[in-house]
């Protein structure tokens, strides 16, 4: 079985219409790259109508983009410094269609002021993996016990010839 590796991608992109198809693949490309393959519909559509909206009504295009996977769930996040951008008016279809694909979501600022826009997606049950290591299985060794001839301090005492090539250096 294939143990969860907790993995973190950063993005920093200049929105605009045609930015949002390429942002889209390259997401895509690491959630692929990450064995999330079933996520990969859900936070390129989130990632798509986030960014749209993003380019229809905020100034300040540039926004960065967070993935954090830590085996059991994926966060995406969002996040610009267009102190203009007010998520809950400009942003309010985009952020119903979020709520209502994804298993978590939220706005929040951070302490420069930034808006951030996060939403989660629990991987299924069946595709879920372990984040810790699992044991190896057991296998069957047979150990085998051959006897000495001789003990151990003489089979570990100087060839002859070598104690002899040894004081003949001196």
Same mark, same amino acid.
């Given at each position: 079985?294939?143990?969860?590796?907790?993995?973190?991608?950063?993005?920093?992109?200049?929105?605009? @219409?045609?930015?949002?198809?390429?942002?889209? #693949? %390259?997401?895509?490309?690491?959630?692929?790259?990450?064995?999330?393959?079933?996520?990969?519909?859900?936070?390129?559509?989130?990632?798509?109508?986030?960014?749209?909206?993003?380019?229809?009504?905020?100034?300040?295009?540039?926004?960065?983009?967070?993935?954090?996977?830590?085996?059991?769930?994926?966060? =995406?996040?969002?996040?610009?410094?267009?102190?203009?951008?007010?998520?809950?008016?400009?942003?309010?279809?985009?952020?119903?269609? %979020?709520?209502?694909?994804?298993?978590?979501?939220?706005?929040?600022?951070?302490?420069?002021?930034?808006? %951030? %826009?996060?939403?989660?997606?629990?991987?299924?049950?069946?595709?879920?993996?372990?984040?810790?290591?699992?044991? @190896? /299985? @057991?296998?069957?060794? =047979?150990?085998?016990?051959?006897? #000495?001839?001789?003990?151990? /301090?003489?089979?570990?005492?100087?060839?002859?010839?070598?104690?002899?090539?040894?004081?003949?250096?001196?």
């Amino acid at each position: 079985m294939k143990t969860a590796v907790p993995c973190y991608y950063h993005l920093d992109v200049e929105v605009s @219409p045609e930015r949002v198809g390429q942002v889209s #693949r %390259i997401l895509a490309a690491h959630l692929r790259y990450w064995d999330l393959e079933n996520l990969v519909d859900v936070v390129c559509r989130g990632a798509d109508m986030l960014l749209r909206a993003i380019d229809e009504h905020a100034k300040d295009k540039h926004t960065s983009i967070e993935m954090w996977w830590n085996g059991q769930h994926l966060i =995406t996040a969002f996040g610009g410094d267009d102190p203009d951008l007010r998520p809950d008016q400009e942003l309010r279809a985009c952020l119903a269609d %979020i709520a209502a694909m994804s298993d978590g979501w939220g706005c929040c600022a951070s302490e420069t002021g930034r808006k %951030i %826009i996060w939403f989660s997606r629990r991987a299924r049950a069946g595709q879920r993996v372990p984040l810790v290591p699992v044991a @190896p /299985a @057991p296998t069957l060794r =047979t150990d085998l016990q051959v006897p #000495r001839a001789e003990r151990v /301090a003489v089979l570990a005492a100087p060839a002859p010839a070598a104690a002899d090539a040894l004081e003949g250096g001196r």
